[in-house]
């Protein structure tokens, strides 16, 4: 199976800095990642898709690149809503694999 | 608007056995691949299984192959999970997922999520 592995597990940053998460993946998935933000008591929502396409109703602020296995998801300026927890996924082969997480936090 | 509500949800023994459903609303429901994906507690997200938009092909993580069942009808927009000889290893809020477009595996939009316990 591919392994992904997200960096930092932790990022504490201020509203208004800029984020910059990562997710290695063990072998190539070309294009097939995407990314979900998960906040407290609710569930995941896609926020990426194949690597940088925006999901339906999310901001411009949230970018997305890589292909491969080195992709970045970057927010240029952290809203308050934006403090959660990111987890990469795989869809190139079966089964399918999500990293580990990381965490944004309030500095 | 996409609606994913879970139900089925409890608390079980080991050995025991739960059925999960997940009654879809606001997509052509037979269009769409469903997936079935569980968070242990305070844990990350583990892919469960998964079934295509007519119910003919399925994937299971290696983790349940042989202990649970996914299946669908389409007839009542429903997903369904079937848990047999469960473990407490299982104990985890298991969430439904509809697929993106004609992809199986981009989750477009989650349900609110049931949570399983397995525990004597």
């Known amino acids: 199976e591919i392994v992904l592995t997200q960096s930092p597990a932790t990022l504490s940053l201020s509203p208004g800095e800029r984020a910059t998460l990562s997710c290695r993946a063990s072998?190539?998935?070309?294009?097939?990642l995407a990314w979900y933000q998960q906040k407290p008591g609710q569930a995941p929502r896609l926020v990426i898709y194949?690597?940088?396409n925006r999901a339906t109703g999310i901001p411009a602020r949230f970018s997305a690149s890589g292909s491969g296995t080195d992709f970045t998801l970057t927010i240029s300026s952290l809203e308050p809503e934006d403090f959660a927890v990111y987890y990469c996924?795989?869809?190139?082969?079966?089964?399918?694999?999500f990293g580990g997480g990381t965490k944004v936090e309030i500095k | 608007e996409v609606q994913l509500p879970e139900s089925g949800g409890g608390l079980v023994q080991p050995g025991g056995s739960l059925r999960l459903s997940c009654a879809a609303s606001?997509?052509?429901?037979?269009?769409?691949?469903m997936t079935w994906v569980r968070q242990a507690p305070g844990k990350g997200l583990e892919w469960v299984s998964s079934?295509?938009?007519?119910?003919?092909?399925?994937q299971y993580a290696d983790s349940v192959k042989g202990r649970f069942t996914i299946s669908r009808d389409n007839s009542k927009n429903a997903l369904y999970l079937q848990m047999n000889s469960l473990r407490a290893e299982d104990t985890a809020i298991y969430y439904c997922?509809?697929?993106?477009?004609?992809?199986?595996?981009?989750?477009?939009?989650w349900g609110q999520g049931t949570l399983v316990t397995v525990s004597s």
């Open positions: 997922a509809k697929g993106y477009s004609s992809t199986w595996g981009t989750l477009e939009y």
């Open positions: 079934i295509s938009g007519s119910g003919g092909s399925t």
């Open positions: 996924q795989h869809r190139s082969i079966w089964p399918l694999t």
């Open positions: 072998q190539s998935v070309s294009s097939f």
């Open positions: 194949d690597a940088s």
């Open positions: 606001g997509f052509t429901f037979s269009s769409h691949a």
